[in-house]
């Protein structure tokens, strides 16, 4: 197989509160020999502004994006909406205009949600990770809907020795995250988490596992204010073997 | 044309970028009135061997009784007379003390020959003739109305009840039970077959497709039989008729 | 951004989270007919069906003006009066004239959204004529001075206790919680009005241009009294609701009813295009069809938002969405609420107006997927806040929030200033530690960030990034090897 060289597109959130998962994601990628590269002119995807409506805003963002990685043999990203917003939303930014469109749709050709570019990909199935317990899995909808990624998560997962994989009810269902939804409507947003909360808990699983970070952080916010002893895992970790259930 | 219409068609026109005062017309666009081809579908229904209109029959029992519809199949007109008979006897009325039933002038329906089966028994038959000016009046106070759809359809156990002289849109709907009597070859397999007759038919009249009986969930979603329409549906299977297989409504 | 004060929408929202029995009822329907439709639409043997009927609805919008010309021309020759609207008080207009000709003193209606949008029975009432909702729930609605909830299930948000008090005080029944006998009561007390009212007013599911006829969906049966007991019928019909031919309307009338309740087809399907010809026993002896843009027209007008007129208006989007699932319908202040009421109230209304509306999803995509026409409510909703964003001339809309989106342009020029961003970052490392709390958490935060710390904790901003972590402990020292080695190929 030939090997490209992974451009690392590290989303925002997990750059500055979840460096871990980058980490994590690194440590794969080496198990495997991946050739890596982290593009330092990375910010953001823009993701926020286009949720708001803020087209301009999103397409600056968008276009410094597409300099930063246009070089990238491959995109790999351990978030499934920052992808869905390349892989979808940037041609859209572009409509009038053909050269950038043109870039765009290349770029977001070439950008792949991390288990996705695992299994889909390299087909790797089995990163020979370990993990001790049992974890519930959350398909974010972006990920799920979007991008129509749901076995390989869990495929990847069911490979993990010793890690024990519950499904939750209405695992699709939304956490309630939704970007500036989660500030601006704060009751909606918590009252959702709190279901998804309830279904998290009702499988008893030590864990509960998603390919998103800002879904993780919003279900983990919640789960710390109710005092609730579920952790909240990105896939990444897991496959990373970095942190167990047993720790 | 007038102002109002003028002015609506005006703003169409201009939503969908054509010239404010153009005059298209559908001649222009042929496709968009196009009439299916329904050759191979009026074969299937017409040709239906005995066996399939039995399955027809099977798939319209099932689904009949998912819906709480009662399902007769009747051997021949005595047997549905005695089937309607019982069902007059056993019932009581819902909004009168005494029992009126209300028929569709229908030969189907007067087959049944209904008048002459109560002789010791309070219960008045009427028939719906279009001449009859009391039969608003009749309808009200009957409990139970008696029809012969044009059509049943055994994917969603439906029958197709048109308007016509001497068969009112009442007779099926003011009074608490309803009776409907199919023969087997009024009978398709689907909506699309059903479909396929009503254009058959030419110009349609009022129409109505039933699918059970009236029903409500209105109230903690609990499904409670009876809201406005009759809460109570027979169906009765009579045998084919002995004419020409299948014109929708070839009485 | 969002201003300390609530909004009516969020106040309207919490009232319905608050809900034990809203959320009890929310949760059943959800769980039976949101599942139940995308359990359909997957077990569908013609799985092209959805998309045929989209398509063929699109095609009628581009022929719209000739479609409802034929559907007018056709209604007429069927001795039918038809009327076209142009805004809302113009069929207001219309249908009180008619009622006065007719000198109407009652009216019963069959469950129809158009109507409440147009906001037709306060003028109806205003002229001394007695208005009844005959739909089960409508009618409890009505008695009980509520709004509905929900599209198919307007009286969702309450429970039998309650409604056996209503009947108590309001039909002078013994009090009761049975809803068999509820129903019973109500059935007795609508039976008399439906057999004695004048005029008939009703919505239209779908007309069909090329039969002149409009059909009429409904399970109890009111639809059908109200359009065959009275002397005269009005119907109210969006202009979009409709079909060429028979054909769309046999696949447009089995997604209407599957998706609104799993139904092959709903109890009755009346079809009607005109008074009852003189043979006819029964039957009305006026038929009026108002066929109304009220700002629809202004949507067909717009290829971004021309879609939602596919709308079938069976109420599927509602019974997934995680929103409406926890807020209920009365947050949407709208006879159209869920996810197509946040999409359509807007566009109908005024999207400043309805900016929450706009804003308050999180664009889950759920309503997408169990949509049975496929529309994309999620891509609408993101360009109506677009036009929130900068104003639109086109929708007579102006720009939401100045300070939002001052905010974002500044949010820009760090976005794409690597430097700038990466200087804030360690800003922010700095600016949060007063508000970090033992745990290593940020459980309160001013400004923006309240609305998240109200009811959740906010990691801070880590230690190292992992853009300083790559460049201190991963960049150097890469593999170079142009080949990836498996565990397959170890």
Same mark, same amino acid.
């Given at each position: 197989?030939?090997?490209?060289?992974?451009?690392?597109?590290?989303?925002?959130?997990?750059?500055?509160?979840?460096?871990?998962?980058?980490?994590?994601?690194?440590?794969?990628?080496?198990?495997? $020999?991946?050739?890596?590269?982290?593009?330092?002119?990375?910010?953001?995807?823009?993701?926020?502004?286009?949720?708001?409506?803020?087209?301009?805003?999103?397409?600056?963002?968008?276009?410094? +994006?597409?300099?930063? +990685?246009?070089?990238?043999?491959?995109?790999?990203?351990?978030?499934? !909406?920052?992808?869905?917003?390349?892989?979808?939303?940037?041609?859209?930014?572009?409509?009038?205009?053909?050269?950038?469109?043109?870039?765009?749709?290349?770029?977001?050709?070439?950008?792949?949600?991390?288990?996705?570019?695992?299994?889909?990909?390299?087909?790797?199935?089995?990163?020979?990770?370990?993990?001790?317990?049992?974890?519930?899995?959350?398909?974010?909808?972006?990920?799920?809907? &979007?991008?129509?990624?749901?076995?390989?998560?869990?495929?990847?997962?069911?490979?993990?020795?010793?890690?024990?994989?519950?499904?939750?009810?209405?695992?699709?269902?939304?956490?309630?995250? &939704? $970007?500036?939804?989660?500030?601006?409507?704060?009751?909606?947003?918590?009252?959702?988490?709190?279901?998804?909360?309830?279904?998290?808990?009702?499988?008893?699983?030590?864990?509960?596992?998603?390919?998103?970070?800002?879904?993780?952080?919003?279900?983990?916010?919640?789960?710390?204010?109710?005092?609730?002893?579920?952790?909240?895992?990105?896939?990444?970790?897991?496959?990373?073997?970095?942190?167990?259930?047993?720790? | 044309?007038?102002?109002?219409?003028?002015?609506?068609?005006?703003?169409?026109?201009?939503?969908?970028?054509?010239?404010?005062?153009?005059?298209?017309?559908?001649?222009?666009?042929?496709?968009?009135?196009?009439?299916?081809?329904?050759?191979?579908?009026?074969?299937?229904?017409?040709?239906?061997?005995?066996?399939?209109?039995?399955?027809?029959?099977?798939?319209?029992?099932?689904?009949?009784?998912?819906?709480?519809?009662?399902?007769?199949?009747?051997?021949?007109?005595?047997?549905?007379?005695?089937?309607?008979?019982?069902?007059?006897?056993?019932?009581?009325?819902?909004?009168?003390?005494?029992?009126?039933?209300?028929?569709?002038?229908?030969?189907?329906?007067? %087959?049944?020959?209904?008048?002459?089966?109560?002789?010791?028994?309070?219960?008045?038959?009427?028939?719906?003739?279009? !001449?009859?000016?009391?039969?608003?009046?009749?309808?009200?106070?009957?409990?139970?109305?008696?029809?012969?759809?044009?059509?049943?359809?055994?994917?969603?156990?439906?029958?197709?009840?048109?308007?016509?002289?001497?068969?009112?849109?009442?007779?099926?709907?003011?009074?608490?039970?309803?009776?409907?009597?199919?023969?087997?070859?009024?009978?398709?397999?689907?909506?699309?077959?059903?479909?396929?007759?009503?254009?058959?038919?030419?110009?349609?009249?009022?129409?109505?497709?039933?699918?059970?009986?009236?029903?409500?969930?209105?109230?903690?979603?609990?499904?409670?039989?009876?809201?406005?329409?009759?809460?109570?549906?027979?169906?009765?299977?009579?045998?084919?008729?002995?004419?020409?297989?299948?014109?929708?409504?070839?009485? | 951004?969002?201003?300390?004060?609530?909004?009516?929408?969020?106040?309207?929202?919490?009232?319905?989270?608050?809900?034990?029995?809203?959320?009890?009822?929310?949760?059943?329907?959800?769980?039976?007919?949101?599942?139940?439709?995308?359990?359909?639409?997957?077990?569908?043997?013609?799985?092209?069906?959805?998309?045929?009927?989209k398509?063929?609805r699109m095609?009628?919008f581009?022929?719209?003006?000739?479609?409802?010309?034929?559907?007018?021309?056709?209604?007429?020759?069927?001795?039918?009066?038809?009327?076209?609207?142009?805004?809302?008080?113009?069929?207001?207009?219309?249908?009180?004239?008619?009622?006065?000709?007719?000198?109407?003193?009652?009216?019963?209606?069959?469950?129809?959204?158009?109507?409440?949008?147009?906001?037709?029975?306060?003028?109806?009432?205003?002229?001394?004529?007695?208005?009844?909702?005959?739909?089960?729930?409508?009618?409890?609605?009505?008695?009980?001075?509520? *709004?509905?909830?929900?599209?198919?299930?307007?009286?969702?948000?309450?429970?039998?206790?309650?409604?056996?008090?209503?009947?108590?005080?309001?039909?002078?029944?013994?009090?009761?919680?049975?809803?068999?006998?509820?129903?019973?009561? %109500?059935?007795?007390?609508?039976?008399?009005?439906?057999?004695?009212?004048?005029?008939?007013?009703?919505?239209?599911?779908?007309?069909?241009?090329?039969?002149?006829?409009?059909?009429?969906?409904?399970?109890?049966?009111?639809?059908?009294?109200?359009?065959?007991?009275?002397?005269?019928?009005?119907?109210?019909?969006?202009?979009?609701?409709?079909?060429?031919?028979?054909?769309?309307?046999?696949?447009?009338?089995?997604?209407?009813?599957?998706?609104?309740?799993?139904?092959?087809?709903?109890?009755?399907?009346?079809?009607?295009?005109?008074?009852?010809?003189?043979?006819?026993?029964?039957?009305?002896?006026?038929?009026?069809?108002?066929?109304?843009?009220?700002? *629809?027209?202004?949507i067909?007008?717009d290829p971004e938002f021309r879609e939602v007129l596919a709308c079938?208006?069976?109420?599927?989007?509602?019974?997934?969405?995680?929103?409406?699932?926890?807020?209920? $319908?009365?947050?949407?202040?709208?006879?159209?609420?869920?996810?197509?009421?946040?999409v359509?109230?807007?566009?109908?209304?005024?999207?400043?107006?309805?900016?929450?509306?706009?804003?308050?999803?999180?664009?889950?995509?759920?309503?997408?997927?169990?949509?049975?026409v496929k529309n994309d409510l999620?891509r609408m909703?993101?360009?109506?806040?677009?036009?929130?964003?900068?104003?639109?001339?086109?929708?007579?809309?102006?720009?939401?929030?100045?300070?939002?989106?001052?905010?974002?342009?500044?949010?820009?020029?760090?976005?794409?200033?690597?430097?700038?961003?990466?200087?804030?970052?360690?800003?922010?490392?700095?600016?949060?530690?007063?508000?970090?709390?033992?745990?290593?958490?940020?459980?309160?935060?001013?400004?923006?960030? %309240?609305?998240?710390? %109200?009811?959740?904790?906010?990691?801070?901003?880590?230690?190292?990034?992992?853009?300083?972590?790559?460049?201190?402990?991963?960049?150097?020292?890469?593999?170079?090897?142009?080949?990836?080695?498996?565990?397959?190929?170890?």
């Amino acid at each position: 197989m030939a090997g490209k060289t992974v451009s690392l597109f590290i989303q925002c959130l997990v750059d500055t509160m979840f460096p871990q998962v980058g980490e994590a994601m690194v440590a794969v990628f080496d198990r495997l $020999g991946v050739p890596l590269a982290y593009p330092a002119g990375q910010t953001c995807c823009g993701q926020p502004a286009w949720n708001s409506g803020y087209r301009r805003e999103a397409a600056a963002a968008a276009r410094h +994006f597409i300099e930063v +990685f246009e070089g990238a043999e491959v995109i790999v990203c351990p978030s499934g !909406s920052c992808v869905h917003m390349v892989r979808h939303h940037y041609p859209e930014l572009f409509e009038d205009d053909p050269a950038m469109a043109a870039k765009a749709r290349a770029v977001a050709a070439n950008t792949f949600e991390f288990t996705q570019y695992l299994v889909d990909v390299l087909g790797v199935t089995d990163t020979e990770s370990r993990f001790s317990g049992s974890v519930t899995y959350h398909d974010s909808c972006h990920l799920s809907r &979007g991008l129509g990624i749901a076995m390989q998560p869990r495929t990847l997962l069911g490979n993990v020795r010793g890690l024990k994989l519950i499904e939750m009810r209405d695992s699709d269902t939304c956490c309630g995250f &939704g $970007g500036t939804f989660s500030v601006n409507y704060p009751e909606i947003s918590t009252a959702m988490v709190d279901e998804k909360i309830e279904n998290i808990l009702a499988t008893g699983a030590d864990g509960v596992v998603g390919c998103d970070i800002s879904c993780l952080m919003n279900i983990e916010g919640r789960l710390t204010r109710r005092g609730e002893k579920v952790k909240v895992l990105h896939i990444a970790e897991i496959l990373a073997g970095l942190r167990g259930g047993d720790q | 044309m007038m102002e109002n219409e003028y002015f609506f068609l005006r703003n169409i026109h201009k939503a969908l970028g054509l010239a404010p005062d153009n005059d298209r017309s559908k001649e222009q666009y042929p496709e968009l009135f196009a009439a299916p081809d329904t050759r191979k579908i009026l074969h299937r229904v017409r040709n239906r061997t005995a066996e399939e209109r039995n399955e027809l029959v099977e798939l319209l029992r099932t689904n009949a009784q998912a819906l709480g519809i009662h399902l007769h199949p009747a051997e021949s007109e005595a047997d549905a007379a005695a089937i309607v008979v019982e069902i007059i006897r056993s019932r009581e009325p819902e909004f009168s003390h005494t029992k009126h039933v209300i028929l569709h002038d229908h030969p189907d329906v007067a %087959a049944l020959q209904l008048w002459k089966r109560f002789t010791r028994e309070a219960v008045t038959v009427h028939t719906t003739f279009s !001449s009859d000016h009391e039969l608003r009046e009749k309808t009200i106070a009957s409990f139970i109305g008696i029809t012969a759809p044009a059509i049943g359809v055994a994917e969603s156990a439906t029958v197709i009840q048109l308007t016509r002289p001497g068969q009112p849109r009442s007779t099926s709907l003011v009074p608490s039970i309803h009776i409907a009597l199919l023969r087997r070859d009024k009978l398709v397999a689907d909506l699309e077959e059903a479909y396929t007759l009503l254009r058959e038919e030419g110009r349609l009249d009022s129409m109505v497709f039933i699918s059970g009986p009236s029903k409500t969930a209105d109230i903690e979603a609990q499904m409670v039989h009876g809201a406005h329409g009759p809460r109570e549906v027979h169906l009765i299977i009579l045998p084919s008729s002995a004419g020409p297989p299948m014109a929708a409504t070839g009485d | 951004m969002k201003t300390s004060s609530p909004s009516t929408y969020r106040e309207a929202a919490v009232a319905g989270i608050d809900s034990a029995q809203l959320q009890k009822s929310l949760q059943g329907l959800q769980n039976r007919f949101g599942k139940g439709a995308m359990e359909l639409w997957a077990g569908m043997a013609d799985q092209e069906m959805r998309d045929r009927v989209k398509e063929s609805r699109m095609k009628t919008f581009e022929h719209l003006d000739i479609v409802l010309a034929e559907l007018a021309k056709n209604v007429r020759a069927r001795g039918g009066q038809v009327h076209f609207a142009v805004t809302a008080q113009d069929a207001v207009n219309y249908t009180l004239a008619v009622a006065k000709k007719n000198e109407v003193k009652r009216v019963v209606k069959g469950k129809s959204m158009t109507s409440m949008e147009v906001d037709i029975d306060p003028a109806l009432e205003q002229e001394g004529i007695e208005v009844v909702e005959t739909d089960l729930g409508e009618y409890i609605i009505q008695l009980a001075g509520d *709004r509905p909830s929900h599209i198919i299930a307007p009286c969702i948000h309450l429970n039998r206790n309650q409604i056996g008090r209503l009947f108590t005080d309001k039909l002078g029944i013994d009090f009761t919680e049975d809803p068999p006998t509820l129903t019973m009561a %109500a059935r007795k007390a609508l039976r008399e009005k439906l057999l004695t009212a004048d005029m008939g007013l009703t919505g239209c599911n779908l007309a069909c241009a090329e039969t002149g006829m409009i059909s009429l969906v409904s399970n109890e049966g009111n639809i059908r009294m109200a359009t065959t007991m009275p002397r005269v019928v009005v119907a109210l019909m969006g202009m979009e609701r409709v079909v060429a031919t028979m054909a769309e309307h046999r696949e447009t009338l089995q997604l209407l009813t599957r998706g609104a309740a799993l139904q092959k087809l709903s109890t009755y399907v009346s079809f009607l295009g005109g008074p009852a010809s003189k043979d006819d026993p029964d039957g009305p002896r006026e038929f009026h069809l108002v066929i109304i843009d009220n700002g *629809r027209s202004r949507i067909l007008a717009d290829p971004e938002f021309r879609e939602v007129l596919a709308c079938i208006r069976c109420g599927a989007c509602l019974n997934i969405c995680p929103v409406y699932g926890k807020i209920g $319908g009365h947050a949407y202040n709208s006879p159209y609420c869920g996810p197509i009421g946040a999409v359509v109230t807007p566009l109908l209304d005024g999207i400043n107006k309805h900016a929450d509306l706009c804003k308050g999803e999180t664009l889950c995509g759920a309503c997408k997927d169990i949509c049975p026409v496929k529309n994309d409510l999620p891509r609408m909703l993101s360009a109506l806040r677009h036009k929130l964003a900068y104003g639109s001339d086109r929708w007579n809309t102006r720009q939401h929030n100045p300070a939002e989106a001052r905010a974002f342009r500044v949010w820009r020029l760090l976005v794409t200033r690597p430097f700038l961003y990466r200087t804030l970052i360690g800003l922010g490392r700095i600016v949060q530690r007063p508000f970090i709390g033992k745990e290593g958490t940020i459980r309160k935060m001013a400004g923006i960030a %309240a609305g998240w710390t %109200a009811g959740r904790d906010l990691p801070p901003v880590a230690r190292r990034t992992f853009h300083q972590l790559w460049k201190e402990k991963y960049a150097g020292n890469r593999p170079t090897a142009p080949t990836i080695e498996t565990p397959e190929e170890k």
